[in-house]
């Protein structure tokens, strides 16, 4: 079976292919291919409080491809969610409504919350060592999520408007950075033990790329903070020529460095994962459950 996700960031959308096996003990996910498109929401979003035009047709252009993609894929399910430019933007229903009648794909808008349970959802957690504490740290555009858990529970989760294109345009609340950092701290004080990170988000596998280290291994906070540094301190041009990055990559990875840190430090934080996983996984994840279920109750 193959299930299609689409994630309708604040600075890209991506539609993501996976294949699900069912032919062992347990489903077996494979990611087949992801498509990136940097439309940036969140420009518009953040500066003025709606989507303009000239976005709303690269959007509508874009879900258009993805429509005659996963035709083409016959996918079993799919599922649209957007995240924090859309459900910011003053125009937001009015732009879904347009796309769904331009290409039938419904879009649903997700709250913060909503945003990093089905993150969590992947289940990652369940793949490292019990007795530590983890802190899911996912960065996008408009906002960032975190998850703590430990013990094999979750106690907490939280959604806070700090992203990397609200930075860049100077349109993020102060009181957002004394929120996250009052929540990292209530969780630091009730959980002794060590915390690790697991972060998510094409910046933070992009800054784990570039540490070298092989995928699954752990990358030190120390690190992470050496590499942002180096990045910072190069201009735009040197990161796209000399480090390789995207156009819509060289601008965001040091806000997204910045949160990362922010957030490592506040919980005193010194190790953390990279996995390649996130609200599209996640959404894959999600679409699999409903469609079992909806087998299940079909007999």
Same mark, same amino acid.
């Given at each position: 079976m193959k299930f299609a996700a689409i994630d309708i960031g604040s600075n890209a959308i991506r539609l993501l292919f996976y294949?699900?096996?069912e032919d062992g003990p347990a489903p077996a996910f494979r990611k087949v291919s992801l498509t990136r498109l940097p439309i940036r929401l969140g420009e518009d979003v953040f500066a003025q409080g709606r989507i303009g035009e000239n976005k709303i047709q690269k959007l509508i252009k874009s879900m258009i491809a993805f429509r005659n993609l996963m035709d083409v894929h016959e996918v079993a399910a799919y599922k649209a969610y957007a995240t924090s430019a859309m459900r910011e933007a003053d125009n937001g229903l009015e732009v879904i409504q347009r796309v769904y009648t331009a290409t039938g794909i419904e879009i649903h808008i997700i709250?913060?919350?909503?945003?990093?349970?089905?993150?969590?959802?992947?289940?990652?957690?369940?793949?490292?060592?019990?007795?530590?504490?983890?802190?899911?740290?996912?960065?996008?555009?408009?906002?960032?999520?975190?998850?703590?858990?430990?013990?094999?529970?979750?106690?907490?989760?939280?959604?806070?408007?700090?992203?990397?294109?609200?930075i860049l345009a100077?349109?993020?609340?102060?009181?957002?950075?004394?929120? #996250?950092? /009052?929540? =990292?701290? *209530?969780?630091?004080?009730?959980?002794?033990?060590?915390?690790? %990170?697991?972060?998510?988000?094409?910046?933070?596998?992009?800054?784990?790329?570039m540490s070298g280290l092989k995928e699954g291994k752990p990358m030190s906070v120390k690190r992470l903070k050496e590499l942002h540094e180096q990045i910072s301190g190069m201009t735009?041009?040197?990161?796209?020529?000399?480090?390789?990055?995207?156009?819509?990559?060289?601008?965001?990875?040091?806000?997204a460095g910045e949160i990362y840190l922010?957030?490592?430090?506040?919980?005193?934080?010194?190790?953390?994962?990279?996995?390649?996983?996130? #609200?599209? /996984?996640? =959404?894959? *994840?999600?679409?699999?459950?409903e469609y079992k279920t909806r087998? %299940?109750?079909s007999y």
């Amino acid at each position: 079976m193959k299930f299609a996700a689409i994630d309708i960031g604040s600075n890209a959308i991506r539609l993501l292919f996976y294949n699900v096996f069912e032919d062992g003990p347990a489903p077996a996910f494979r990611k087949v291919s992801l498509t990136r498109l940097p439309i940036r929401l969140g420009e518009d979003v953040f500066a003025q409080g709606r989507i303009g035009e000239n976005k709303i047709q690269k959007l509508i252009k874009s879900m258009i491809a993805f429509r005659n993609l996963m035709d083409v894929h016959e996918v079993a399910a799919y599922k649209a969610y957007a995240t924090s430019a859309m459900r910011e933007a003053d125009n937001g229903l009015e732009v879904i409504q347009r796309v769904y009648t331009a290409t039938g794909i419904e879009i649903h808008i997700i709250d913060g919350n909503t945003e990093a349970n089905v993150i969590h959802s992947n289940r990652i957690s369940e793949k490292f060592d019990g007795k530590n504490g983890y802190l899911y740290i996912d960065v996008g555009g408009g906002s960032t999520e975190i998850s703590f858990f430990g013990e094999g529970i979750l106690p907490f989760s939280g959604s806070y408007k700090l992203g990397t294109v609200r930075i860049l345009a100077g349109s993020e609340n102060k009181d957002e950075w004394q929120r #996250l950092k /009052d929540d =990292i701290r *209530k969780i630091r004080k009730k959980w002794k033990g060590e915390i690790i %990170a697991i972060g998510s988000g094409g910046n933070i596998n992009r800054i784990f790329k570039m540490s070298g280290l092989k995928e699954g291994k752990p990358m030190s906070v120390k690190r992470l903070k050496e590499l942002h540094e180096q990045i910072s301190g190069m201009t735009y041009d040197e990161r796209t020529h000399i480090l390789g990055l995207n156009t819509d990559r060289a601008d965001v990875i040091v806000p997204a460095g910045e949160i990362y840190l922010f957030v490592c430090k506040q919980a005193d934080i010194k190790t953390m994962m990279v996995p390649k996983i996130g #609200l599209s /996984d996640g =959404i894959i *994840k999600e679409l699999y459950r409903e469609y079992k279920t909806r087998s %299940a109750h079909s007999y």
